[in-house]
Every structure is written in C-alpha cells, then in structure tokens.
C-alpha cells in the first residue's frame, strides 16, 4: 500500500469515527433475546404526567406474550391498544408486534420527569415466557428523528 493510499484510508477511518459519535448522528438499536427481536424503541416527549413509548417485536420460533414492562421514569406502565387498554400484547412466530402512535403502545403513567427530545431511559419488558429483558428507549419526536 503506498503512503498516500495509506493516509486517505486513516482519513477515512477518522473521519467515520468522528461522524458516528458527533451529537446529531443517530445510530440504530436493536435486541436479541432468545427468538424475540425488539427493534428501536422510542418514546415521544413528553411534558405531562403520561408518556407513550413504541417498538416492534418480533419472534423467530414458537409464540410468546409481553406481558409486563417498567421503567424508573414512571410509577406504572400500561398496555393500550389505541384508546382501549388491554392486558398485554401477543407475539406470533412470522408477524411482527407493531407499536405506534395512535395504535398499540406503552402507555407510561405518572412521570417522574419530562421526557425531552435526546433523553434515554432504561425499559424493562417481561414476557410469558421468555426472562425479562431491559431495553434503552430513546426519546424522539419520530423514530430515528432527533
């Protein structure tokens, strides 16, 4: 490799680092666990005492059922199904459990502080059956949006 071959290819490398950790780069995330999948998880701001938190869930094998999550950010988290709540949200080996606004979503009741666009907090989601997974939820005014 010759010298100058050399530094473009350092430029480069620099130059992507500095753009993968510069404040306004959003970078995906996303969660195995066993056969689930949970992909980016986001929560609208919020300045009440409510907030609504979204993600998709998806399973490989076999079906599970999410049947609880908490945060340290609310003194509850419940399920709703647009306006109607409900005990929980089934997961079906080949469709995808989707979260948005105005449908399914986490509902979190009574915040403890403002949810404010570029804050994450910590998510814990418990299922029928597989163990309980802890999650970061990023506060967004739109998925990947900042």
């Known amino acids: 490799m010759t010298r100058a071959a050399a530094l473009s290819r350092r ?5 992507g680092l500095a ?4 404040p306004g780069t959003v970078v995906a995330h996303s969660y195995r666990h066993g056969p689930l999948s949970i992909g980016h998880a986001w929560a609208r701001p919020a300045t009440g005492d409510t907030g609504e938190a979204f993600l998709p869930i998806g399973i490989s094998t076999g079906r599970d059922r999410l049947i609880g999550a908490a945060t340290p950010l609310a003194a509850s988290v419940a399920f709703r199904d ?3 709540a409900t005990d929980g949200f089934d997961i079906a080996q080949g ?3 989707a979260m948005r606004p105005g449908r399914r ?4 009741v009574g ?3 403002a949810l404010t666009v570029g804050d994450r907090f910590a998510l814990t989601l418990t299922f ?3 163990p309980p997974l802890t999650i970061e939820v ?3 005014t739109a998925p990947y949006a900042r």
């Open 82 to 84: 647009g306006e109607r």
């Open 11 to 15: 430029a480069a490398t620099v130059f």
């Open 19 to 22: 753009w993968l950790l510069s």
């Open 111 to 113: 915040l403890t502080k």
């Open 128 to 130: 029928q059956t597989a």
């Open 95 to 97: 469709a995808s459990l």
């Open 105 to 108: 979503h986490l509902r979190l």
């Open 138 to 140: 990023w506060v967004e």
